[in-house]
């Protein structure tokens, strides 16, 4: 990325591109719901149906209709904060096809007996914002993208050790050993296609909201089962936890504007306390600084630009938000630097509105977003300004690898996945709770695992007889998966 191209995509006031002829606009995304929810019946949150104000129904899929693994899923639509549900789900078999090379540089994939295709299976939940047109693009691309991404990889994947040269080819004698050294294994390749194939997602999601003339974005969470091990990728703050006899394990971590706050601070940071340092300062004036400091390629863009905050905001964190009376007395705050406290003068520029403002689930980022990571927001901007929130935005996920073969896995171990209307209520330790409770006494239903779901979100809905009786209520759009781990954990090595 070039710095001339991020002062064009993102500097307020920056140069202009040159002007493009106009493209015949796309067709708006079509609302829908997930595909495996057909025939679940009609009604607000069901099939292609907008919600209707009276009535906050669960939907499960048909009884018959089996998911990947016999998983279960529910979904509950919000309480009028939006016409449309505007989560989205996704889940099915990925079968990665291997590459025979050979002469011809365009030779096509190659289509082998069903034991030489690398099977795995795919889960994912998608918590739109904005509207609900990225989430159903990211539940209709990423898959795609994971997968070709994959393909590109699986010779690395399925060798004993990665090598350094796909096509297999020695350049240097030592090439094995220096993959050795940098602990390079299958599971790093996987962890990079997931990473690439969500950025990849992200850029369609782009191009085609902005063809279509729409916007908005959505959180991924997405779970892969390869080659015995389960693969929880993360961009936003869904949540996905591993339920046990006597273990509950989180399988992913929350990125919201407090998480991330140094990150976030940072991409506005400073050479120094209160100094931003600009491109157009001198040699001289920048001193004592090392070369390697001053290197375009060793900082973040914005870190360079504090231009992206266009004096509107302020970078430090205070405890509240500063009001006249302030200025001039020593409060508490913090930098990009600090994960503790100090003190400060207050001066004017600390008056401005806060990077990052509010506590908990209700911190926003430049006072407009509750996540910091997530997919497309592409033409998303602070409200009134030309001030972007992309460059603040990271569409890479964080992975975590469960290595379900080392387990010894029973019959009532369940990964959960939910968007965050179920997590604003329930606590990890709360759902463990009901899973043990309900699992136990339905080990007859074949559709226990859905039933289970549906009754998590239930657990949301204010009833103070529920299981956790303390009537909290989630208004949120609660999407759930409920992932058996016993009988695929124990079949893996087939795989």
């Known amino acids: 990325m070039s710095a001339g191209w991020f002062r064009r995509r993102f500097l307020p006031g920056g140069p202009l591109p ?109 918590d739109g914002h904005g509207g609900p047109a990225a989430a159903i693009l990211a539940a209709n691309t990423l898959h795609s993208c994971l997968r070709r991404q994959l393909e590109a990889v699986v010779e690395g994947m399925v060798a004993l050790q990665p090598p350094m040269h796909l096509s297999g080819r020695c350049v240097c004698p030592s ?149 006249g009376d302030d200025l001039g007395q020593k409060v508490l705050f913090r930098d990009h630097h600090m994960r503790g406290w100090s003190y400060k003068c207050v001066e004017k520029s600390d008056l401005k509105y806060p990077l990052i403002h509010g506590q908990g689930r209700q911190a926003r980022l430049l006072g407009t977003l509750a ?10 901007r602070v409200l009134d300004t030309n001030i972007q929130l992309k460059p603040f935005l990271l569409s890479v996920p964080q992975v975590t690898v469960l290595d379900v073969d080392q387990l010894e896995l029973q019959e009532e171990d369940v990964v959960v996945m939910a968007t965050d209307g179920l997590w604003d209520v329930l606590s990890n330790e709360q759902v463990a709770r009901l899973v043990r409770s309900f699992l136990p006494g339905n080990q007859e239903d074949p559709h226990r695992f859905s039933e289970l779901a549906k009754m998590l979100i239930h657990s949301t809905q204010g009833k103070d007889d529920g299981p956790t009786g303390e009537g909290q209520v989630s208004y949120d759009d609660i999407s759930v998966f409920v992932i058996p781990l016993h009988s695929q954990g124990q079949r893996s090595s087939g795989h």
């Open 18 to 126: 040159a002007p493009r002829p106009p493209r015949p606009r796309a067709s708006p995304v079509p609302y829908r719901r997930p595909r495996f929810l057909r025939g679940s019946g009609s009604g607000p949150g069901s099939a292609d149906a907008p919600r209707r104000p009276d009535a906050r129904p669960v939907r499960s899929p048909a009884r018959g209709r089996a998911l990947p693994w016999n998983a279960g899923y529910a979904e509950i639509i919000n309480a009028e904060k939006s016409e449309f549900n505007e989560d989205q789900a996704a889940c099915g078999q990925l079968c990665i096809r291997r590459c025979e090379f050979g002469a011809e540089e365009d030779q096509e994939w190659l289509t082998l007996c069903p034991e030489e295709f690398l099977t795995g299976h795919y889960w994912a939940l998608f």
């Open 175 to 323: 090439d094995p050993q220096f993959v050795e050294e940098k602990g390079i294994r299958a599971e790093d390749l996987v962890i990079g296609a997931l990473e690439n194939a969500f950025q990849e997602c992200d850029e369609v999601i782009g191009r085609e909201l902005e063809a279509s003339g729409q916007v908005g974005g959505c959180t991924a969470l997405v779970a892969v089962f390869l080659q015995g091990k389960l693969y929880v990728a993360n961009a936003g703050d869904s949540r996905a936890i591993l339920v046990r006899k006597d273990e509950v394990r989180p399988l992913s971590s929350e990125f919201t504007p407090e998480t991330e706050r140094q990150r976030i601070q940072q991409l506005v940071g400073a050479f120094g306390r209160g100094r931003l340092w600009s491109p157009c300062e001198s040699r001289a004036t920048r001193g004592h600084l090392r070369e390697s400091d001053l290197s375009m390629a060793s900082l973040p863009q914005a870190f360079v630009y504090p231009e992206l905050l266009a004096g509107e905001f302020t970078r430090l964190e205070f405890p509240r938000r500063l009001k």
């Open 371 to 380: 996540v910091s990571r997530g997919l497309g927001d592409h033409q998303l």
